[in-house]
């Protein structure tokens, strides 16, 4: 069954690049691997998954450490207190949203003598049960973590509200591509959109996406 929904999953990216004009290996796929053990996600890697997500430190512990071959991705609210435990284990970080977390992984990444990639998490839905910057708010946040010489920002993050209708999602996959375009400059290079899950992976290549994070339809 996951070889099938993973082949599903390839087929529905690639239909929604070639329709958008975009080349599919611009789309990375990250599987959310929140609700399955580790024998799972070890039958994903075999098949040739090698980007996977979590959002929550303590329960992805054990995955996290007896799969070092493939790369993970730190997908939830992220406490400061626990970016210690991410920062050393976690090849990007896509839910910065807010200073004190910057300043926390300034903090840890000079103890690690390492940069840490990030993206900025944006709530362009602008619904409370969301975190992120709301989208005016972040051509001032990066000029302040422009100071911070060890973050790595590659992009931007969003989740876009559940509606049944996957094609009313589109237009907060464009505003988060918009934000992007207006805020890239030299230095600033912000190549990566996070953006569809699911319910909506294929609005969200059709509007700029290069990853989507995918759970349920791979996994059940």
């Known amino acids: 069954m996951l070889a099938k ?3 599903k999953v390839l087929s529905a990216i690639d239909e929604a690049a070639h329709r958008s004009g975009r080349d599919p290996e611009m789309v990375k796929l990250v599987a959310v691997t929140k609700t399955v053990g580790i024998d799972e996600v070890r039958r994903a ?3 040739g998954i090698c980007d996977f997500g979590e959002n929550r430190v303590q329960d992805a512990a054990a995955k996290v450490a007896s799969l070092t071959e493939v790369r993970w991705h730190f997908i939830g609210h992220l406490q400061t207190n626990k970016v210690k435990d991410v920062l050393p284990v976690y090849s990007l970080i896509h839910s910065l949203d807010r200073l004190a977390l910057a300043e926390a992984l300034q903090h840890c990444a000079e103890k690690f003598d390492r940069t840490v990639k990030v993206l900025i998490q944006v709530n362009v839905s602008g619904e409370k049960s969301k975190f992120g910057l709301e989208p005016g708010e972040l051509p001032g946040f990066l000029r302040k973590i422009s100071n911070f010489s060890l973050l790595n920002v590659r992009g931007l993050m969003t989740m876009a509200p559940f509606i049944e209708d996957p094609g009313e999602t589109r237009p907060y996959f464009r505003e988060l591509r ?3 375009d207006e805020n890239a400059k030299p230095g600033v290079e912000l190549h990566e959109l996070s953006m569809g899950m699911t319910n909506d992976f294929t609005v969200a ?3 700029g996406a290069t ?3 995918i759970g349920s339809a791979l996994f059940g």
């Open 178 to 180: 918009r934000l992007r």
């Open 205 to 207: 290549v059709e509007e």
């Open 45 to 47: 890697a075999a098949l």
């Open 5 to 7: 929904n993973y082949q």
């Open 211 to 213: 990853i989507v994070r």
